[in-house]
């Protein structure tokens, strides 16, 4: 009787671990076809002998795969010195009086701002 319950258990384990790697195997599938993974290469250029038109460019995010930010808010100086250390690094941008500050944490994040200093349309990137 102890044998046949062992034999059980065991079928259970076995009927688990082959359910586990196939919801693996049909997930990565799923997010393949979304493009999601992306078949990426590594590739040497010699800009002098190569012809640039050739050049195969290799995405792996899908278009706004990264969201910009496209109406900032930003704080007062005051509100900024207590959320930010001293070494922390910014873009600044000053136009037309009109004075702004990106922190690059920020940015490694959305990697583009779309805003307007100072009355002039602007993209701040990183």
Do not use: C
């Amino acid at each position: 009787m102890y044998a046949a319950i062992i034999e059980l258990n065991i079928k259970k384990w076995v009927f688990r671990l082959v359910m586990a790697v196939m919801v693996v195997f049909f997930g990565f599938l799923i997010l393949k076809g979304t493009g999601l993974f992306r078949k990426t290469e590594i590739l040497e250029t010699n800009f002098q002998t190569t012809n640039l038109q050739q050049v195969k460019m290799v995405t792996v995010l899908s278009k706004d795969g990264i969201r910009a930010i496209k109406s900032p808010t930003f704080e007062t100086v005051s509100e900024s010195i207590e959320e930010m250390r001293d070494s922390e690094q910014v873009i600044g941008v000053s136009i037309n009086g009109d004075h702004r500050a990106y922190p690059i944490n920020i940015l490694s994040v959305h990697e583009i701002v779309d805003d307007v200093v100072g009355g002039v349309p602007v993209a701040v990137t990183w």
